[in-house]
């Protein structure tokens, strides 16, 4: 029997059975088959595909149309609870994961690619839509922090894996891929027999919603999926090309990665409830036209693997202020607006997704470094869009063009 839980009782239950304790469990299991399948992708399509620069960004074109169509939650959510939505999305994420290898062309990649992308975009689109309704606005920058660095420890611990054993014990891709996906389904499984659903305060609008108000939130979740693109089809696709990394190499460059997120984290949050968005927003994006920048160097002025790994690991890290975003619209928003937003969001921020991996594919095979330069040029309108979010912001006063309206009395 299905048991509701309104979230101002969640106290009283266990705390493994708490609203927090499978925000955590989601975030952990999440990345376990996306990172195998992360992990292993840029060997396994040159290896066992063949693939060029057109064919990757063909492949990352694919993988973001769900992202593109994740206001499709909206309608979902009229007959699915959301929090059931994001346990069905994580198993279909790990039964796609688990079946990669079994098809090593070019279009069962394309196929199972979809299938798993849309389980991985509906997840993130309820999920960030779970979180901001289940955390308070005090200890949302904390908690998400912390639930980032969760997935950085599931990250961590599949890359260890691979690292480690991948040569020792001859490991194939059918192999990897079959228990990662195979343990994100279960763990997704699980969560939907161990735990109550649970019912948050403000009931969610069930419609699409664009309002107003929000355009500069709309604007930076544009940028964001543009220059974030960039970064996950052809960074690690550099190491590979270039480099000539191994599957166990690239694999100890992402846990070097994951092992500086997992200590950064926490203290990711702590600065944006220190300083505020404004100011994390701005420093992030600072720091990101620098890093592109630094990338288009590798190619341009002949900048070696050194270089390339340590931008790879910065890169990281200045993404990971990005829960600033979250943070920001949560303070703006109308409680009821926050489900329809997420998807809403989610959707703009995969327009520029969808439409430039297959152009930049091509660019690629004439100039990498060019690429790079655009997604500096990217990051740098991201971050005069951040100049004009307030210190404070709250209801009536979403950007610094606005004139602010008196605060509530407390």
Request: net charge neutral; charged share 10%.
């Amino acid at each position: 029997m299905i048991q509701y839980v309104p979230l101002a009782e969640a106290g009283e239950l266990p705390k493994w059975r708490r609203p927090k304790a499978l925000l955590f469990l989601m975030a952990f299991a999440m990345p376990i088959a996306f990172s195998v399948w992360l992990a292993l992708l840029n060997n396994f399509v040159v290896e066992m595909a063949s693939f060029d620069g057109r064919d990757i960004g063909l492949l990352h074109a694919i993988r973001e149309i769900p992202g593109f169509l994740a206001v499709g939650v909206i309608v979902v959510i009229m007959f699915m609870r959301e929090q059931v939505l994001g346990l069905i999305s994580l198993i279909m994420l790990g039964l796609a994961t688990a079946m990669t290898a079994q098809f090593p062309e070019l279009t069962g990649i394309l196929i199972l690619t979809f299938i798993s992308s849309v389980g991985f975009h509906y997840y993130e689109t309820v999920n960030q839509s779970l979180q901001l309704q289940w955390l308070t606005k005090a200890e949302a920058p904390q908690m998400l922090g912390w639930l980032l660095a969760a997935g950085s420890v599931a990250t961590f611990l599949v890359y260890f894996v691979i690292m480690i054993l991948w040569e020792p014990l001859g490991l194939t891709y059918n192999t990897v891929y079959m228990v990662g996906g195979g343990i994100t389904a279960s763990i997704a499984i699980f969560a939907m027999i161990a735990y109550p659903q649970f019912e948050a305060p403000h009931p969610q609008l069930k419609t699409f919603l664009l309002r107003r108000r929000y355009w500069l939130y709309y604007a930076l979740q544009f940028m964001s999926g543009a220059r974030r693109q960039i970064f996950m089809v052809f960074a690690g696709f550099m190491m590979v090309e270039k480099f000539g990394f191994a599957v166990h190499e690239l694999t100890a460059l992402y846990l070097i990665n994951l092992m500086v997120n997992i200590l950064v984290a926490p203290i990711l949050g702590r600065i944006v409830a220190r300083f505020g968005e404004h100011k994390a927003l701005v420093f992030e994006y600072t720091g990101l036209v620098l890093v592109f920048l630094s990338y288009g160097g590798v190619y341009f002025m002949g900048w070696g693997l050194m270089v390339a790994a340590a931008l790879y690991v910065l890169d990281h890290i200045f993404f990971g202020l990005a829960l600033a975003l979250k943070t920001y619209f949560q303070k703006i928003a109308d409680p009821g607006d926050i489900a329809p937003t997420a998807a809403v969001a989610f959707t703009i921020n995969h327009i520029a997704a969808v439409s430039l991996p297959l152009p930049l594919g091509l660019l690629w095979l004439v100039s990498p470094g060019a690429v790079f330069l655009l997604a500096a040029g990217m990051a740098g309108t991201s971050l005069c869009l951040a100049l004009l979010i307030p210190r404070h912001p709250r209801p009536g006063y979403e950007t610094r063009l606005g004139t602010p309206v008196p605060s509530p009395a407390q």
